[in-house]
């Protein structure tokens, strides 16, 4: 594949050439990859696509997602791209309510340094994991309770790029709803 020269300007359109040359009906984590390199390849360092919105944009030509396996190469190259004294991990509510905290932290540190290119980074980053939220919460391969956290969480993530500089307030609010409490519990 690295020896292919992309006509492609654009990461979508990339995207999309590279799935045509690999010629597969299906795709998971291999065929990722591949992309993933390509990309790599032809923009460099800097084109930021998480194996979730490469599925997406394939998916969206119809390509067919070999899902538990798209979702568990996703969250690998979470894991591989924030690993970090403070990681941040959104694949459940619990975890996702003790990220939020460290999200905002993270988001005020750069805000201090005045790092606008980390700041878009993060904010880049919370768009991918709602992204991934939402296809989570639209699965029919995982249960009912798994769908209606990731749903809550693409929501929070939402009103965080909303207004980041209210949402702890806002979220301190919203865990004491009484919807909320009555569908997650304390």
């Known amino acids: 594949m690295s020896a292919t020269r992309w006509r492609a300007r654009t990461i979508p359109d990339l ?19 591949q992309i993933q390199q390509a990309l790599l390849e032809r923009f460099g ?9 490469i599925a997406r944009t394939v998916a969206d030509e119809g390509a067919v997602l070999r899902h538990p396996e798209v979702f568990d190469f996703d969250a ?14 959104f694949a459940t509510l619990k975890e996702a309510l003790e990220s939020f905290v460290k999200l905002d932290e993270r988001r005020q540190r750069l805000e201090g340094a005045n790092d606008e290119k980390g ?4 904010r880049d980053f919370v768009v991918e994991v709602r992204a991934d939220s939402q296809l989570r919460a639209q699965s029919k391969i995982v249960g009912p309770a798994e769908r209606d956290e990731a749903k809550e969480v693409s929501n929070c993530l939402r009103v965080w790029l909303e207004s980041p500089e209210l949402f702890l ?3 301190d609010l919203r865990r004491r709803s009484a919807e909320f409490v009555k569908k997650f519990g304390d």
């Open 119 to 122: 700041l878009k980074r993060l």
């Open 76 to 89: 690998e190259w979470r894991e591989r791209k924030m690993s970090s004294p403070d990681q941040l991990s």
């Open 169 to 171: 307030d806002w979220l």
């Open 15 to 33: 995207i999309i050439e590279v799935w045509e040359a690999l010629d597969c009906e299906s795709v998971g984590a291999r065929e990722l990859e």
């Open 45 to 53: 360092e800097g084109a930021f696509a998480s194996p979730a919105s």
